[in-house]
Nanobody
Framework: QVQLTESGGGLVQAGGSLKLSCTAS????????MGWFRQAPGKEREFVAA????????KYADSVKERFLMSRDTTKNTVYLQMNSLKPEDTAVYYC??????????????WGQGTQVTVSS
């Protein structure tokens, strides 16, 4: 059974930072990319960032490039999303996902339960 467990969400002021973590189990990690999507109220879920488990290559949505950084710790089966220079428009529920890279970012096969990130102005 695949499980993705997120942590690290919260409330932060604009310009601040947060770091999200996602620990995975039940996967053959070499077959997957791991990443994050987000969904703001009234909007569709959108791709944020992803990292390949084997080589560590990364992809980012244009809206978060230069501000967010994906990384992974293969010894802990955990991926991280370091979010810097946060803006109110980054406010959303952030979902960890396991899947494959696509031209647009990532296609998810498995989802975590989500963690709330709120950025106040």
């Amino acid at each position: 059974q695949v499980q993705l467990t997120e942590s690290g969400g919260g409330l932060v002021q604009a310009g601040g930072s947060l770091k999200l973590s996602c620990t995975a189990s039940g996967l053959t990690f070499s077959d997957y990319a791991m990443g994050w999507f987000r969904q703001a109220p009234g909007k569709e879920r959108e791709f944020v960032a992803a990292v390949s488990w084997l080589g560590g290559s990364t992809k980012y949505a244009d809206s978060v490039k230069e501000r967010f950084l994906m990384s992974r710790d293969t010894t802990k089966n955990t991926v991280y999303l370091q979010m810097n220079s946060l803006k109110p428009e980054d406010t959303a529920v952030y979902y960890c996902a396991a899947g494959v890279f696509t031209a647009q970012g990532m296609a998810a096969a498995y989802w975590g339960q989500g963690t709330q990130v709120t950025v106040s102005s």
